[in-house]
């Protein structure tokens, strides 16, 4: 069976509507970041601030190349995932893969001024949200196999949406 692996910026549910749709489907569930931070013994910001962002996207990459060996699994990625090619090849061999769309306006309002994502630390969180979404937009849109738009939508109503599209593929 097929991974489903959801792609998107931070504040756009990948772990949080994840999480509901492997518990609501039986469905094992792996999160990049929560492997990352286990690895670490560290939270992600602290990794940053120590050991800087390349240190980081090369452990990401290793994670990405071991969780592309499951099978059947949801898996929610970190929002840098689609910056290394190499990670979505991998990453894509057995999966569909879902970009959860959000306009800057709704991922600023969910994200907490940034608290606990160190690429949106310090001033101009809002201008930082707007630059990195038009940064990857485009990556976003070329590794999707669908996307799902999620303005106005909570967390579980956009797992909802996910299974609909899972239950279209297993029919
Ligand atoms: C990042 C997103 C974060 C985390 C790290 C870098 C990014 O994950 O991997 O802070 O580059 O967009 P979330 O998308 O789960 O917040």
Known sequence: MKNLILIGMMGSFKSSAGKLVALKTGRPFWDTDDVLTELFGMSIGKYFEIYGEPSFREKEAEVCARIA?????????????VLRDDNMTALKENALTIYLSATAKSLVARLNQGKGRPLL????????????LSERTALYEKYAD??????????????????????????
């Open 146 to 171: 669908h996307i799902i738009v999620n303005d106005g939508l909570t967390s579980s109503e956009t797992a909802d949406k996910i299974i609909e599209l899972i239950k279209q593929y297993d029919k």
């Open 121 to 132: 630390d310090g001033p101009d969180f809002e201008k930082k949200v707007e630059e990195i």
């Open 69 to 81: 060996k499951e099978s059947g699994c949801i898996i929610a990625t970190g929002g840098g995932v």
